[in-house]
């Protein structure tokens, strides 16, 4: 056994849990007055330059193809990589829900400058099914929409139903997702869509069907314009 490795390990483990101040991206230990790691702070995948409407990446990394969606336009500040990866895992899994306040504000900036000409009736998020909301502390999707509202002042409104669970979007081919999740989403009886333009909410666009099935409910519901915000995106490969 490498008892230096090991008390390495568990010294980094105690230092962890007394020093309190940790990156706020990525959750690392890092100094007092500081509010990111060092890697973080030079590697944050942010979303820079003009963005693709179809897809949020940047043109230069959009592989997209400008394939059409039922949304009207999408924004978010990172792509899924990095310390932005970790910060949503632990966000989504961990029970870290104080990473709603930090990335819905990113996703706030965004929307207000990819945005600036739209005038939403309504903030609403993806929603979850009765299953998982047993299942799950929280909607983080929802956490974000709440920020969201707050920041930019656009009423919060509850909008959709999953009507039943299938089989998690990131477990199947790329190719079945868009099957995987017809008819899932609806609009939640009461609400009024028609003549609205609404903000839809969620964590992370990896193939963008989520969203596509509920800005297409949405404007079956007679919704005028659908945009889109996640705190991050994935990157098609160019072919």
């Known amino acids: 056994m490498d008892f230096k490795n090991v008390f390495n390990s568990i010294k980094k483990t105690f230092l962890w849990f007394v020093f309190t101040n940790h990156c706020k991206y990525c959750n690392a230990l890092i100094g007092e007055n500081e509010e990111m790691c060092e890697d973080c702070g030079k590697n944050l995948p942010c979303i820079t330059g003009e963005k693709c409407e179809f897809c949020g990446a940047s043109k230069e990394r959009c592989g997209c193809k400008k394939h059409k969606m039922n949304f009207d336009g999408i924004t978010a500040p990172f792509y899924y990589e990095k310390g932005i990866k970790e910060c949503l895992k632990l966000f989504k899994f961990n029970g870290k829900t104080h990473f709603a306040h930090i990335l819905a504000e990113e ?19 993806v929603p979850f099914s009765n299953v998982q909301k ?6 983080q999707s929802e956490l974000l929409a709440e ?10 409104k509850n909008a959709l139903v999953k009507l039943f669970d299938v089989k998690t979007q990131h477990d199947m081919p790329i190719q079945q997702r868009k099957g995987n999740i017809y008819g899932v989403y609806d ?4 609400v009024s869509l028609k003549g609205k333009t609404v903000l839809l909410v969620d964590d992370i666009m ?8 509920c800005a297409l409910i949405m404007k079956i519901r007679g919704a005028e314009k659908v945009y889109c915000a996640t705190s991050a995106v994935t990157v098609k490969k160019k072919k």
Do not use: H, W
Request: net charge negative; glycine share 4%; charged share 25%.
């Open 107 to 125: 996703m706030s900036a965004c929307i207000q400058k990819d945005f600036a000409n739209v005038k939403f009736d309504f903030v609403c998020y």
């Open 134 to 139: 047993i299942e799950r502390d929280y909607n």
């Open 206 to 213: 990896t193939t963008g069907e989520t969203l596509n099935n």
């Open 187 to 190: 609009v939640r009886n009461g």
């Open 147 to 156: 920020r969201i509202s707050t920041i930019l002042e656009i009423p919060l």
